[in-house]
């Protein structure tokens, strides 16, 4: 049936029994790879539906995610739908342990999305990030995702923050003094301002010294406002 088919790769008949059969025995390999070739003959929207089916049969039947990602990257090239491949991708590439590949794939992608779209993309490229200690990098995604949705942003921008301090540890220096927060600067004349200079002067106490950091409490108000 395959040297059939290389004859005549149109004909539907031959092409649907030798499908039936790599199910029937398990062919998985070659049933993905039929997939691969059938979608060089089909529309960009079919194709695309292709390509899913055959990374479908790489990560659930051969347990090979970083050959799905390639067979999803290819998809992305025939299709405008830029978040769903994308993020699929990158799922695929961590599940294969390349959590670098992840995020320079979310990285390509962000750098042709706009508005709303970046939003699920920003806040899955912040968690590999995190995941490879770039926790200022990942803040940075959290503050994006925060502007674009603060409902959304709000949790992955806070986690984010607070694991950047805890990183730096407590450098506290001796005989050190907190400067005085006094209503222009410190946390309490934060309650009038809008939420992005909040977040902006939140994340500059969390990565200073924490002999220049406010006290817990300050920091917990300032959550507070930042939900608002």
């Known amino acids: 049936m395959e040297i059939a088919l290389r004859s005549a790769p149109d004909d539907h008949v031959i092409h649907d029994r030798l499908e039936r059969h790599y199910r029937d025995s398990e062919m998985w390999n070659e049933l993905a790879e039929l997939m691969i070739r059938d979608s060089e003959r089909l ?31 290819m998809a ?5 739908d830029g978040v769903g491949l994308v993020t699929d991708q990158a799922a695929a590439l961590a599940a294969a342990g ?11 992608s962000l750098a042709t999305l706009q508005g709303p779209q970046r939003l699920s993309v920003l806040l899955l490229r912040a968690s590999f990030l995190q995941q490879l200690g770039d926790d200022a990098g990942a803040v940075e995604d959290c503050q994006q995702a925060y502007d674009i949705d603060q409902q959304r942003g709000f949790d992955s921008l806070i986690g984010g923050l607070e694991r950047l301090r805890a990183r730096r540890g407590p450098h506290r220096q001796p005989h050190a003094v907190r400067p005085r927060q006094d209503a222009r ?10 939420p992005r200079q909040r977040r902006r002067r939140l994340r500059r106490w969390c990565v200073q010294p924490v002999h220049q950091q406010p006290a817990d409490r300050d920091l917990r108000h300032d959550r507070q406002q930042l939900r608002r």
């Open 98 to 108: 390349d959590l670098d590949g992840a995020q320079r794939a979310l990285g390509e």
């Open 76 to 80: 992305r090239g025939r299709s405008s």
């Open 43 to 73: 529309d960009d929207e079919a194709a695309v539906d292709k390509l899913r089916e055959a990374a479908s049969v790489y990560t659930g039947f051969l347990g090979q995610p970083r050959k799905a990602a390639e067979v999803l990257r």
């Open 185 to 194: 600067s410190g946390p309490r004349g934060a309650k009038e301002q809008h």
